[in-house]
C-alpha cells in the first residue's frame, strides 16, 4: 500500500482546508485509514480515523470534534480531513496512515498503523 498525502499550507485562523490521501496497491475501502499530526517538538498524535468497510464509522480526537472531518471517496480511492475554523495550535504535519485492522484499541496510536504516506505541513496564523 503506499499513501500520499497532499493538501497542507498556510491559512489564517477560523479559515478552512482540505487534506487528500490517495491511495494505490489496496483499494481504500478494505482498509482502515487515519490522519495524525506531529507539531514541532512533540510526538505523532492521533486525529481521525475512518473505518474499513463502514464509512459511517468514525472516530476523533476530542480537540478536533466538530471542526475536523474525515471521509472516503472509493471511486477515486482517497480519503480527506476536511479542517474548518482552524486554530493555531492545529498547526502541525500531517500524515495519513492505513491500517488492516478495525480495533479501536490500537487505532490511537501510531503502532496500528503500518503503512503510511508523507507528511503535508498544515500552518494556521494567528
Known amino acids: 500500500v503506499q499513501l500520499q498525502a497532499f493538501g497542507g499550507g498556510l491559512v489564517q485562523a477560523g479559515g478552512s482546508l482540505r487534506l487528500s490521501c490517495a491511495a494505490s496497491g489496496r483499494t481504500t475501502s478494505t482498509l482502515t485509514m487515519g490522519w495524525f499530526r506531529q507539531a514541532a517538538g512533540k510526538e505523532r498524535e492521533f486525529v481521525a480515523t475512518?473505518?474499513?468497510?463502514?464509512?459511517?464509522?468514525?472516530y476523533y480526537q476530542d480537540s478536533v470534534k466538530g471542526r475536523l472531518t474525515i471521509s472516503r471517496d472509493s471511486a477515486k480511492n482517497t480519503v480527506y480531513l476536511q479542517m474548518n475554523d482552524l486554530k493555531p495550535e492545529d498547526t502541525a504535519v500531517y500524515f495519513c496512515a492505513a491500517s488492516l485492522t478495525a480495533i479501536m484499541s490500537t487505532l490511537r496510536s501510531a503502532n496500528g498503523y503500518p503503512y503510511w504516506g508523507q507528511g503535508t505541513l498544515v500552518t494556521v496564523s494567528s
Open positions: 475512518i473505518f474499513r468497510w463502514n464509512d459511517s464509522r468514525k
